[in-house]
């Protein structure tokens, strides 16, 4: 299966500054099948980018996916106050589908 | 709006067998683009995903859960049921069931668009 490990394990970032948190596979992600998801205290996950790069509907364009192969970065500009939360990547290709142990984006 | 809901127990004891259901609405479980996951989350720790239910009602499990675990559904009421059965006190987890979207073909890779809740299972004697 695909091990995801994804850094930093604790981003401490201020409003409007830029998060850039990555990914990495321990093998080829098949056709970029790698997906980002923003969980809050309390709630469930929430599909951010999948594809790689592609956003969800109606996230804003402050969030950008990039990368292939086994390198893949999560970018969030302009960080406002409802961004820090736990961010996770998940692999969704060859099965199963597994995920990363997640960045905690802290506001400093 | 697309929404999924768990319920089942709250507290089930060592070697019991969970039984979780998933009533989802607003979009088909016949529909090939869309199918159901169950995935669950120990307090404080990540995503673990568990089994998957395609809407040719095909299966695929977590390898490493696979003997414990089954996944049915019932179109027709729109619900999506796991049976996981032996369980121990390192299954306490919030167990979420995920719609899983394909852009590839009804049995294709999935990224998970829509989530329930979740459905906090402790298990405990």
């Known amino acids: 299966e695909v091990v995801l490990t994804q850094s930093p394990g604790t981003l401490s970032l201020s409003p409007g500054e830029t998060a850039t948190l990555s990914c990495r596979a321990s093998q080829t992600v098949t056709r970029s099948f790698l997906a980002w998801y923003q969980q809050k205290p309390g709630q469930a996950p929430r599909l951010l980018i999948y594809g790689a790069s592609n956003r969800a509907t109606g996230l804003p364009d402050r969030f950008r996916g990039s990368g292939s192969g086994t390198v893949f970065t999560l970018t969030i500009s302009r960080l406002e106050p409802e961004d820090f939360a736990v961010y996770y990547c998940?692999?969704?290709?060859?099965?199963?589908?597994?995920f990363g142990q997640g960045t905690r984006l802290a506001i400093k | 709006q697309v929404t999924l809901r768990e319920s089942g127990p709250v507290l089930v004891k060592p070697t019991e067998t969970l039984t979780l259901t998933c009533n989802v609405s607003e979009f088909s479980l016949s529909n090939p683009r869309f199918g159901v996951s169950w995935l669950r989350q120990p307090p404080g720790k990540a995503l673990e995903w568990l089994a998957h239910i395609f809407s040719t009602a095909e299966e695929s499990y977590s390898p490493s859960l696979k003997s414990r675990l089954t996944i049915s559904k019932d179109t027709s009421k729109s619900q999506v049921v796991l049976v996981m059965t032996d369980m121990a006190p390192v299954d306490t987890a919030t167990y979420y069931c995920?719609?899983?979207?394909?852009?590839?073909?009804?049995?294709?890779?999935?990224?998970?668009?829509?989530w329930g809740q979740g459905s906090l299972v402790t298990v405990s004697s």
């Open positions: 998940q692999h969704y290709g060859t099965p199963p589908n597994t």
């Open positions: 995920a719609r899983g979207t394909t852009i590839f073909g009804v049995s294709g890779p999935y990224y998970f668009d829509s």
